[in-house]
């Protein structure tokens, strides 16, 4: 990679840089700093103006007024593709329905699978993009998308390639994660077994085969599936070369963190009823930790994820919106930065780093992508506040001045 002038680019100057690299300061900042894009959408040098190599003074400079300069958010947890809404399940739970006796009296997910069944390719992109807008607005340059509301092989094929025309439609890139064992349809009711067999490994194979999928997840619970289910699908996943992530422990502990380590899984998330078998498995795994709490505040949960067992582990944590119809229709990385400082007690520079340099690595994607530094894609958000903090410390308010994104995919 060409990181001197022999590649044309652009010096942005007069910024607060948070870096967002491990070590050193807080926040990696960087006071006065300079950060040099190349023209191929890389950074070529990011450090202290005054340090700035003469290889770059040629370059056009543009100043950004003393603004923090972070690197573009990554919400690595949405189910942002869907049919429908779920409002009505809001009055449901308020009136006192848990969230198992809504599923199982057939609501949950599978309400939201009739309509986006019902609804077009066409249809779901249309649906999708005002909130996708909403988190371009506060800085996202990166999203993981998520089937699992069509529960056939041809509705989970095309929530994905609705969710990759979304980065045809907007400068983002989104990353695709087949999630066909999210749930069990009526008609597959007790029959966990042949749901698997008939649709999701069939899906599965189809997505791949159509160059669809980038991840492949699942829903180990209760009301979903076991941990034996997941194993097979995970094997499929691993033959075709696929990395593999896990809805959780939300709702009870069922081992399923200690399976995705098991599959050296990129994440597992939710985590509420994590043990510490699955901290260890995980931390020996290198698997992130994905924590949601929109989730946890929609459903009003008081089982707080183990986030101090995590950091004693060495867990990376990353946060994500969970963006979805029911359980976490949040469309604010900014107010789940502020909900996990809040309900989860993380610092605001973890927080950040969560929906930064560990939900790239949630991703697949640290080498590329969540902080600045020689090398990484220069997706960047050009904030008007002075101190990093003020980023979850702040409800409602969105400072984002620029958000500049670097190389499309």
């Not at 069944?117 to 371009?136: N, W």
């Not at 092989?153 to 980065?167: F, H, P």
């Not at 899906?203 to 097979?232: K, N, P, Q, W, Y």
Request: proline share 5%; net charge negative; glycine share 10%.
């Amino acid at each position: 990679m060409k990181t001197t002038a022999e590649t044309t680019g652009t010096v942005l100057s007069g910024a607060r840089l948070a870096t967002m690299r491990k070590g050193g300061t807080a926040y990696g900042l960087v006071d006065n700093g300079a950060l040099a894009v190349g023209g191929d959408g890389r950074i070529a040098w990011c450090g202290p103006a005054e340090e700035l190599p003469t290889d770059f003074s040629a370059w056009p400079s543009r100043d950004l007024g003393g603004r923090l300069v972070t690197p573009g958010l990554i919400d690595c947890h949405t189910h942002i593709v869907h049919g429908g809404n779920r409002a009505r399940e809001f009055e449901m739970r308020l009136e006192g329905a848990s969230y198992e006796e809504i599923a199982r009296a057939g609501g949950g997910i599978v309400s939201t699978v009739t309509a986006t069944r019902a609804a077009s390719e066409d249809e779901l992109v249309a649906s999708a993009l005002p909130r996708l807008d909403t988190l371009i607005a506060e800085g996202v340059t990166t999203l993981e998308v998520k089937s699992g509301y069509g529960l056939t092989v041809a509705d989970e094929i095309k929530m994905l390639a609705a969710a990759r025309r979304l980065g045809r439609e907007r400068p983002i890139r989104i990353v695709t994660t087949y999630l066909g064992a999210h749930a069990v349809p009526a008609d597959y009711k007790g029959r966990q077994g042949a749901f698997i067999d008939e649709v999701v490994l069939p899906g599965l194979d189809a997505a791949h085969a159509a160059g669809l999928v980038d991840a492949v997840d699942g829903f180990c619970e209760g009301i979903a599936f076991s941990t034996e289910e997941m194993a097979r699908v995970f094997d499929r996943a691993t033959a075709l070369g696929l990395p593999v992530k896990l809805h959780a422990e939300q709702l009870s502990d069922l081992g399923g963190a200690a399976l995705a380590a098991r599959y050296a899984a990129l994440s597992a998330d939710h985590l509420e009823y994590l043990s510490q078998t699955g901290i260890d498995a995980m931390a020996k795994a290198g698997t992130v930790a994905v924590l949601l709490p929109g989730a946890f505040y929609t459903l009003r949960e008081t089982q707080l994820p183990p986030v101090a067992a995590l950091r004693r582990a060495g867990v990376p944590i990353a946060l994500a919106t969970d963006c979805n119809p029911g359980t976490s229709p949040l469309t604010s990385l900014l107010l789940t930065l502020n909900m996990a400082a809040t309900l989860f007690r993380m610092t605001p520079e973890e927080a950040l780093a969560g929906v930064t340099r560990e939900a790239a690595r949630a991703l697949g994607l640290a080498a590329d992508l969540g902080t600045l530094e020689a090398g990484r894609i220069a997706d960047l958000a050009v904030w008007n506040i002075d101190e990093p903090a003020e980023l979850s410390y702040r409800i409602g308010f969105n400072p984002l001045h620029e958000r500049i994104f670097g190389i499309p995919s």
